[in-house]
C-alpha cells in the first residue's frame, strides 16, 4: 500500500559528513510528517528530525547544529544530511512517515522504513 526506502547509510569516518534519503511510494493522499529516527546498538530507538508540510523542523538536541533534514514534498522524498560525525552517531536510520492514504478519508497512519545502517568509525 505505502512503501518507505531509505538509502544513503554506510561506513563514515568521525568528523565526516553522510547523506541519508527516504522515498515514499504508494497510495498516498497527503504526508503530515517525515521523520527520521535511529536506534543505536543495545539502545531504544530514538527521534532525530522530523520535517512538517508546513515547513517547521525539529531536532534532537543531540544533532543539532549537525543535522538537517529537508523534504521534497513533490517527490514524497525526506533527506537527512549529517556532518561532522561522531562515533556516538553509529545506528540503524529509520524514516518514519504520518500520512494519509487514498481513500482513508483523514485518518492518519504512521509507516516506517526498514532501516539502513551508519556506522561511523573514529
Known amino acids: 500500500q505505502v512503501q518507505l526506502v531509505e538509502s544513503g547509510g554506510g561506513l563514515v569516518q568521525a568528523g565526516g559528513p553522510q547523506r541519508l534519503s527516504c522515498a515514499a511510494s504508494?497510495?498516498?493522499?497527503?504526508?503530515?510528517?517525515m521523520e527520521w529516527y535511529r536506534q543505536p546498538p543495545g539502545k531504544q530507538r530514538e527521534r532525530v528530525a522530523a520535517a512538517f508540510t508546513d515547513g517547521r523542523t525539529t531536532y534532537a538536541d543531540v544533532v543539532k547544529g549537525r543535522f538537517t533534514i529537508s523534504r521534497d514534498n513533490a517527490e514524497n522524498s525526506v533527506y537527512l544530511q549529517m556532518n561532522s560525525l561522531k562515533p556516538e552517531d553509529t545506528a540503524v536510520y529509520f524514516c518514519?512517515?504520518?500520512?494519509?492514504?487514498?481513500?482513508?478519508?483523514?485518518?492518519?497512519?504512521?509507516?516506517w522504513g526498514s532501516g539502513t545502517q551508519v556506522t561511523v568509525s573514529s
Open positions: 518514519h512517515a504520518q500520512l494519509i492514504v487514498l481513500g482513508e478519508g483523514s485518518h492518519s497512519r504512521d509507516f
Open positions: 504508494g497510495k498516498i493522499f497527503f504526508i503530515n510528517v
